[in-house]
């Protein structure tokens, strides 16, 4: 599947989506790949959250994953469709897969993530 063109990346295989002052995050497709048929996904909490903080976690069927806050903010909205159909986040990864949105005050942190050519050569 192919990541939207406007996607950072952390070394922990999420990405990130920035929209005005909104950020979007889900794990990449090398991820849900890694992690085979994903059976839960355990959505964060709504509130002020660390970098690097982990926030929930994702289960499959060979593994379970922490997802981390890839930059500060506040948590706004959790994509509630995953509880019923988790398995969106290997089906749409980049879109209905999103995990959550942050709303964010530093946009130097979004751009201090890595751009696609970066992450592809970390997941080679």
Known sequence: MTAPDNCRYTPD???VRLDGD???I?????????????VFVELPDLGDVDK??????VESVKAASDIYAPIA???????TELVT???KVNSEP???GWIFKMKIDDTSQYDALMDATSYTSVVR
Do not use: R, Y
Not at 27 to 38: C, G, N, R, Y
Not at 52 to 57: D, F, H, L, Q, T
Not at 73 to 79: K, L, Q, T, W
């Open 85 to 87: 159909d988790p398995s």
């Open 26 to 38: 889900g794990i990449t497709d090398h991820a849900q790949e890694e992690l085979s048929d994903v």
């Open 13 to 15: 295989h999420e990405w």
């Open 52 to 57: 690097a903080s982990p926030v929930g976690v």
């Open 22 to 24: 909104i950020a979007t």
């Open 73 to 79: 903010g506040e948590i706004v909205e959790v994509n």
């Open 94 to 96: 980049f879109e209905g």
